[in-house]
């Protein structure tokens, strides 16, 4: 079993930025593809970016260019650096994994293979 961890939300005005981290408790965090979703009100969970193993990255269309999603193996860490952000952007944000030992999804922004999920950290982004 895998525990997440988010924390690093917050409120900001539209233009600002926020970092946003995600702790793992697992040995094997190396074997963890990773991934951040976010959900608006009314809306649709979707997926904002995602890393595999050996680096590779996804992004949504809508962050590309904005978010950075990066990991430090050393301390279990997942982050999703956010710059230039936009009313649009105001949703619970979640920090996922799957372990990717033997297969990485073919869309790590795809939320059907994730079987650990954080608590969430809101982030609000007001004009």
């Known amino acids: 079993q895998v525990q997440l961890v988010e924390s690093g939300g917050g409120s900001v005005q539209a233009g600002g930025s926020l970092r946003l981290s995600c702790t793992a408790s697992?040995?094997?965090?190396?074997?963890?593809?990773m991934a951040w979703f976010r959900q608006a009100p009314g809306k649709e969970r979707e997926g904002v970016a995602g890393i595999a193993r050996y680096g590779r990255t996804d992004y949504a269309d809508s962050v590309k260019g904005r978010f950075t999603i990066s990991r430090d193996i050393a301390k279990n860490t997942l982050y999703l650096q956010m710059n230039s952000l936009k009313p649009e952007d105001t949703a619970m944000f979640y920090c996922a994994a799957v372990s990717c030992a033997y297969r990485t999804p073919s869309s790590l922004l795809d939320f059907g293979p994730y079987n650990y999920w954080g608590q969430g950290t809101q982030v609000t982004v007001s004009s």
């Open positions: 697992t040995v094997t965090y190396w074997l963890y593809c």
